[in-house]
Nanobody, 116 residues
Framework: QVQLVESGGGLVQAGGSLRLSCAAS????????MGWYRQAPGKQRELVAA???????NYADSVKGRFTISRDNAKNTVYLQMNSLKPEDTAVYYC??????????WGQGTQVTVSS
């Protein structure tokens, strides 16, 4: 049974930081690309950051320079360090795993709220 469990969300003031974690089980983690998506109310889900099995990263333009995705294969965990948070970063954040795209398996989501 595959499980992706996110943690680290919460309420933060604009300009603050949060670190999201996603612990994976039931998959050979090191073979999977991992992505962090977010969905704000009334908006489509968007991919904000991704990391391949080899460690290459890419980011949405809206978070470049502020967010950093990383992975620890020994812990089967992917992280999203979010700095200089803005109110428009408010959303439910989901992690996902995939072999070709980052969407074979999904976590349950964690709420991030940035107050102005």
């Amino acid at each position: 049974q595959v499980q992706l469990v996110e943690s680290g969300g919460g309420l933060v003031q604009a300009g603050g930081s949060l670190r999201l974690s996603c612990a994976a089980s039931g998959i050979l983690f090191r073979r999977y690309g991992m992505g962090w998506y977010r969905q704000a109310p009334g908006k489509q889900r968007e991919l904000v950051a991704a990391i391949t099995s080899g460690g290459s990263t890419n980011y949405a333009d809206s978070v470049k320079g502020r967010f950093t995705i990383s992975r620890d294969n020994a812990k089967n965990t992917v992280y999203l360090q979010m700095n200089s948070l803005k109110p428009e970063d408010t959303a439910v954040y989901y992690c996902a795993a995939g072999l070709l795209k980052y969407d074979d398996y999904w976590g349950q989501g964690t709420q991030v709220t940035v107050s102005s």
